[in-house]
């Protein structure tokens, strides 16, 4: 697989004004409540699956997993002895950690795994976001350990296989496909553009990224994205306490709005219900708002009718 280059994608054609298009949205009514007790420095890529929700704080390098999303259940959360950019449900059952270290099974089956346990990043660098495509293919962000604004890549990981699919990523964010796999999504949040490319799901290789959407260069930033089963994107907007509703066409439709300012991801689950993770204190090179009530909090959001989760396929062969 020949690697795109992010830097030489189409410029895009318009930048939105977060602030302006969030006076203007429908509001919606999600009721946001912080649950439990726990304040991630950076909490991220919230997964719902088999009634649990799994979330990570990157920074303090933990897997939060709450049986039924209610964390008075949970156990003590999992450490990776490094940064951990996501964990995503793995084919044997158990939860696949992508360390800075290597990836990790919790939970692992006794018998033996694939060449994916162990796969680490570039040197220097971590694995920051990601997920599987509709065929259970894992796909990962790199990123710089001590500069985010520094340029990372697009990793593809199948077993006893990595490869670089798109480079010069700066901060990636917001991995997500299509219901259909017709689409691969990524978002480069220093570059506040969330692309979109034609997806091969047989081979498993992407086209060229073109941009869907883009901010204003000095505002508020695009984070995790999650796609729900109706092929809305769903975009939490760090620096605005936001997440935004688009139409697969990248047009903003309506924004639910949180008492926080560093929104990272959403997961949706069953009957109507979502959860929002937040960073509380992150490295002072993401930026720093200030303290808030409830500022690391993983918050429970209600979702308009209708609303359902999309397709989390776990990770084949691991």
Known sequence: MTPHDLATAPAPTRRIDVDQLLATLPRIDADPVALGEVRARLGERPVWHGGELTWVDVEAGLVHRWPDADPARAAQ????????????????????????????????????????????????????????????????????????????????????????????????????????????????????????????????????????????????????????????????????????????DGEPVDAMVLPVPLTTCLAIGPDGTGWVTTAGRPDARLGDPGAADGAGAVWRVRLPAGVRPGLISPVKGA
């Open 77 to 248: 959360p999992w450490s990776a002895g490094s940064t951990v950019g996501i964990a995503w449900p793995a084919g044997s059952g158990g939860v696949l950690a992508a360390a800075t270290g290597g990836l990790r099974l919790i939970d692992p089956d006794p018998a033996g795994r694939s060449a994916l346990l162990g796969a680490t990043p570039p040197p220097g660098q971590r694995w920051n976001d990601g997920a599987t495509d509709p065929a259970g293919r894992l796909w990962l962000t790199s990123m710089p350990a001590d500069d985010a604004t520094a340029p990372g890549a697009v990793h593809r990981l199948i077993p006893e296989t990595a490869e670089v699919a798109i480079i010069d990523v700066t901060c990636g964010n917001g991995i997500q496909f299509s219901p259909d796999g017709a689409w691969m999504y990524l978002t480069d949040s220093v570059r506040r553009v969330l692309y979109r490319l034609r997806y091969d799901l047989d081979t498993g290789i992407p086209g060229p990224p073109e941009p869907l959407l883009a901010f204003t260069a000095d505002g508020p930033i695009p984070d995790g994205t999650t796609v729900d089963a109706d092929g809305a994107l769903w975009v939490a907007v760090w620096g605005a306490g936001a997440v935004l509703r688009l139409t697969p």
